[in-house]
């Protein structure tokens, strides 16, 4: 069984930055690979970033590529969204989740989800 806590969501002004963190225990997460996923309200769950436990390769929704940054902390089992230059738009409640092996783009792919954390960003 994996569990995921996210944390570091809050209200944030238009044009500020916002760091999240993904809590991750339950199993050895050599092989998997971490998904940040966002969404907003009357709207589909949407792929924001992936990176990979082991050698740490990452991969954005190019929509988020240069704002948003995805990292992991292997001793600490966690994974960081950092997020700048933030816009209402980015408005959303955001999970992380976690699948083995594959690196997957829709949340359809993904075996564990935390609960979500909100961010909104008010103009």
């Known amino acids: 069984q994996v569990q995921l806590v996210e944390s570091g969501g809050g209200l944030v002004q238009a044009g500020g930055s916002l760091r999240l963190s993904c809590a991750a225990s339950?199993?050895?997460?050599?092989?998997?690979?971490m998904g940040w996923f966002r969404q907003a309200p009357g709207k589909e769950r949407e792929f924001v970033a992936a990176v990979r436990w082991s050698g740490g390769s990452t991969y954005y929704a190019d929509s988020m590529k240069g704002r948003f940054s995805i990292s992991r902390d292997n001793a600490k089992n966690l994974v960081y969204l950092q997020m700048n230059s933030l816009t209402p738009e980015d408005t959303a409640v955001y999970y992380c989740a976690a699948r083995a092996l594959v690196v997957g783009g829709r949340a359809d792919e993904y075996d564990y989800w935390g609960q979500g954390t909100q961010v909104t960003v008010s103009s």
């Open positions: 339950g199993r050895t997460f050599s092989s998997y690979v």
